[in-house]
């Protein structure tokens, strides 16, 4: 596995969340404990995964089987020690068990892209405009969001 060490901020409120890019899989993994402590404040969030692990294992909860334990730089002490991460999915899943106001924002936030999307299936149309707008925010001409659609079509 081809790793990359990160950390992400922006998305917690500037606390870190450690994650490492597999590159076979083109996939990031993030450390549960961190987002656990930056969602709950949890005092001890080991001992706060923990019982969730037990809970959502009680309920047939799937998200538990999709951990992968990955080494990680502690910290407390800056060695490396295995540690439980999740794919993107399982973060979000992890998310949507987590009872906190902060949980909630991401929830509510989560809920409004699903619509997003359920609404592009009926309207593809959305799906380009969105493309559109992300490409004229970013800077890009009329002629290069114009080629790339064209490209885009091309392709497929």
């Known amino acids: 596995m081809k790793q990359k060490l990160e950390t992400i901020s922006n998305l917690f ?25 930056a969602l709950t404040d949890a005092s001890i969030p080991k001992r706060y ?3 969730l692990k037990r809970k959502l294992k009680n309920e047939g909860s799937e998200l538990y089987e999709n951990v992968v334990q990955l080494e990680m730089v502690s910290k407390k002490d800056g060695k490396n020690y295995l540690t439980d991460t999740l ?12 009872s906190s106001p902060k949980a909630e924002l991401f929830k509510i936030q989560l809920a409004k892209l699903g619509c997003e999307r359920i609404d592009e299936i009926f309207d593809p149309e959305i799906t380009i405009n969105r493309a559109i707008s992300y ?16 490209e885009i079509i091309d392709r497929n």
């Open 13 to 37: 409120e500037d606390k870190e969340i450690r994650s490492i890019w597999d590159g076979e899989k083109e996939e990031y993994y993030f450390s549960v404990v961190d987002v656990i402590q």
């Open 49 to 51: 995964w923990s019982d």
């Open 87 to 98: 794919d993107t999915k399982g973060i979000f899943r992890l998310i949507e068990s987590i």
């Open 135 to 150: 490409y004229r925010k970013r800077g890009y001409t009329y002629e290069w969001i114009k080629n790339r659609l064209a």
